[in-house]
């Protein structure tokens, strides 16, 4: 029964590549174990995690693309950065209705995606992480934020904190590799 619990929690997660790069020297292909470890651990409790890397990819070398992706992360062609970080998000809170047991992390210190405003209707826990010495001003400067945002993490330090976890592959993520290209609008 528990696992029956967990399997109705879910965690959204938006990675921002194009501000929250993979650090140097570190395994692209550890990030998604370390990012559902923090999840775990922040939550007390396991629950179905979905991680989206956004961002330009045509700056993000392919072969760094392909050890995401071949970790079971979905990679989203975003261009626009906050514009499309809104509509992915409205559409994934449309998918998974408010409820308590759904959370949502979002890795960037994009001012435009790091807004409480976009995740206050929707109810769900969230977490804000960022690059060491880049907090987003969003999280000062709006009284909302500390309803909105439960918990802020460094990005440097969530995944070194976690770097004991398993590396991760599309397979053992019970998956395939996905691409995701949005449209723009102009």
């Known amino acids: 029964m528990a696992g029956d619990a967990a399997l109705q929690r879910r965690t959204g997660v938006w990675w921002d590549l194009n501000t929250c790069p ?10 998604r174990g370390c990012i ?4 775990h651990k922040q939550m007390g409790h396991r629950s179905k ?3 989206y890397a956004m961002g330009n990819l045509e700056y ?5 693309l392909e050890e995401i992706a071949y970790s079971g992360i979905v990679l989203v062609h975003a261009p626009c950065g906050g514009n499309d970080f809104r509509k992915l998000l409205g ?3 449309q998918l998974n209705p408010s409820s308590p047991a759904y959370t949502v992390m979002l890795i960037s210190c994009n001012y435009t995606m790091v807004d409480p405003y976009l995740f206050r209707p929707t109810r769900f826990t969230a977490f804000c992480v960022y690059p060491k010495d880049s907090r987003p001003v969003t999280l000062d400067q709006q009284p909302v934020a500390q309803k909105v ?4 993490f460094v990005w440097e330090t969530l995944l070194n904190d976690n770097i004991t ?8 993520c019970g998956g395939e ?9 102009h």
Request: proline letters at 4%.
């Open 149 to 152: 945002f439960v918990g802020e």
């Open 165 to 172: 976890c398993e590396m991760m592959t599309v397979n053992e």
């Open 91 to 93: 559409e994934w809170s």
């Open 177 to 185: 590799s996905k691409f995701i290209e949005t449209s723009q609008s």
């Open 60 to 64: 993000i070398s392919s072969d760094l």
């Open 49 to 51: 995690v979905v991680i």
């Open 22 to 31: 993979v650090p140097d020297g570190f395994d692209p292909r550890r990030v």
């Open 36 to 39: 559902e470890s923090a999840v």
